[in-house]
């Protein structure tokens, strides 16, 4: 790991760095021949985990680093103003007393990669001394009612043990509903490879946010609920990642939001070059917990959000509750806001199973235009095809029907199609333009590019559709390009507008 530190005086030695880490110093006034030496050579990469801003320094000694940094890799010193760092990089900041704890919150926490995952209840092994009723709710919740007993007893265990290693803090966030007279705690088991044993448990007042287990040293981490009180208890998924503390879910700067039902949503903000459009991209399916798109759209060099959507088995298409609905719609309207733009300085867009993200909040917030490639709106077909057409190839389209329906049934798809039809029929679309990559033989939804110009507004919007044959998952790279295409002309009208302003 590298650690840049640009000002006045060279902290290194203050700093305490582990054996692994290296730590740079630069003057302010040798600031543009450092960046000359890593424009003139190209094996040479400016690769630092963190950069510390020690000493003030003006617009023209700072514009030569502005290609250089990232979001949420700047520290900068309490009190010290530095407007454009504030605005462009959302530093973090600190005290030049915490100098050597923040350093070691560097090196624990500012980690390359983004990896969670989550455990659905098929991995569930229930205490056979449960005497009540157990019900199977799709593959992602399990439905318990009974007695569980005047004292906390083990209730369910998860079969399958995580490794745990020496650099990186696990958090957890188990989902469930349960009854006013039921209450569980959660207990994590660490055993590390030298035998040590430490148990932690967690009541439902730490559960109201992720608990973190520290890793200290190479093993394995087994989990339990455990329940008392008599009612009833729904058991969803424990959802797992790499922690980075208070740096950010996922990514360095990743937010997350849960519901009433712990739902969780996972979003991310970049100012970019703080001028229009802001440009929103929702992940498409995703077996492993995580944010995407995020060099696509830095490459852009806009502001931007990512969304991801952790719930079932690779997403729930970013519909749910009425309070997860409304959030996203909150982050969405808050960001133009905090920007300074417009709705109509908004494009969203996504692939899969993201569209039906881009599409549906587009007919909530009237954006400028919903970019998208593969669009999946018949919901309840998806479903329904998984036994016709892809022979239980997407499961989680049955557990979707289930936990917006509350049914598997072909009544219930159909209403699932309708509710989402009509929903973008009674839009805010009249006026935006969609860009629409489709397969002509989609065997998830073969109808949704007909059903999106029969039934989305038409006033001065335009819709712009290019049909490639084959089925769901064929031509991926294809639908990219033309994606990527239908963006660049985005934004290049953006800037002709800004031109003609001019």
């Known amino acids: 790991m590298k650690i840049l530190q640009i000002g006045n005086e060279n902290l290194g030695l203050q700093a305490q760095l582990s054996a692994d880490t290296e730590w740079k110093y630069c003057e302010l006034t040798k600031i543009t021949e450092l960046i000359a030496f890593y424009a003139d050579n190209e094996d040479e990469k400016f690769d630092f985990a963190a950069v510390f801003f020690t000493s ?21 010193v309490e009190g010290l103003k530095i407007p454009e760092l504030e605005q462009k990089y959302c530093p973090w900041h600190f005290k030049l007393a915490d100098l050597a704890q923040t350093v070691k919150d560097v090196e624990k926490n500012f980690f ?35 007695n569980f007993g005047k004292e906390f007893t083990p209730l369910v265990f998860w079969r399958r043990n995580l490794d745990i290693n020496a650099e990186n803090d696990l958090e957890f966030w188990p989902v469930y509903q349960k009854s006013a007279n039921v209450a569980v705690k959660l207990v994590i088991k660490v055993i590390t490879g030298a035998g040590e044993l430490k148990q932690y448990e967690f009541d439902e007042h730490a559960l109201q946010r992720p608990v973190i287990i520290k890793s200290e040293q190479k093993g394995y981490v087994s989990l339990s609920l455990w329940a008392k009180g008599k009612g009833d208890l729904e058991l969803g998924n424990i959802n797992w990642r790499l922690s980075r503390n208070q740096y950010g879910t996922l990514i360095l700067g ?3 939001y849960a519901d009433a039902e712990r739902d969780e949503l996972f979003y991310y903000f970049e100012p970019g070059d703080l001028t229009p459009p802001l440009n929103v991209y929702f992940a498409g399916y995703q077996q492993r917990t995580g944010f995407e798109g995020y060099f696509m759209m830095k490459r852009m060099g806009k502001p931007f959000i990512l969304f991801a959507d952790p719930r079932l088995e690779g997403g729930s298409f970013y519909l749910g509750s009425q309070q997860y609905e409304q959030q996203i719609q909150f982050i969405l309207k808050t960001t133009l806001e905090k920007l300074g733009f417009k709705p109509e ?22 954006p400028t235009a919903v970019i998208v490639g593969k669009p999946l709106v018949n919901l309840g077909t ?3 095809n998984n036994m016709l057409h892809r022979a239980n190839e997407f499961d989680t389209s049955l557990d979707l029907l289930l936990k917006l329906r509350k049914e598997v049934s072909s009544e219930q798809a159909k209403a699932l199609n309708a509710q989402m039809l009509a929903t973008l029929k009674d839009s805010k679309l009249a006026q ?22 029969e039934v989305l507004p038409s006033d001065e919007g335009k819709i712009i559709g290019h049909g490639y044959t084959g089925r769901h998952n064929d031509e991926s790279s294809k639908i990219v390009r033309w994606y990527l295409q239908q963006y660049e002309a985005s934004l290049q009208q953006f800037e002709d507008d800004e031109d003609e302003r001019i």
Request: hydrophobic letters at 35%.
């Open 432 to 453: 935006s333009q969609l860009a629409l990559a489709y397969m002509r033989e989609d065997d998830y939804d073969d109808q949704a590019f007909h059903d999106l110009v």
């Open 56 to 76: 003030y320094l003006s617009e023209e000694q700072l514009a030569p680093l502005k290609k250089y940094l990232s979001a949420y890799r700047v520290f900068v």
């Open 345 to 366: 300085d908004l494009i969203l867009s996504g692939l899969s199973m993201g569209t039906t993200g881009a599409l549906y909040y587009g007919s909530k917030v009237g």
């Open 112 to 146: 390359k990669r983004q990896y969670g995952e989550n455990i659905a209840v098929e991995q569930i092994s229930l205490n056979q001394s449960f005497t009540g009723e157990k019900t199977y709710l799709g593959r992602h919740k399990l439905k318990l009612v009974g």
């Open 382 to 384: 998806i479903a329904q």
């Open 254 to 256: 990743g937010q997350r």
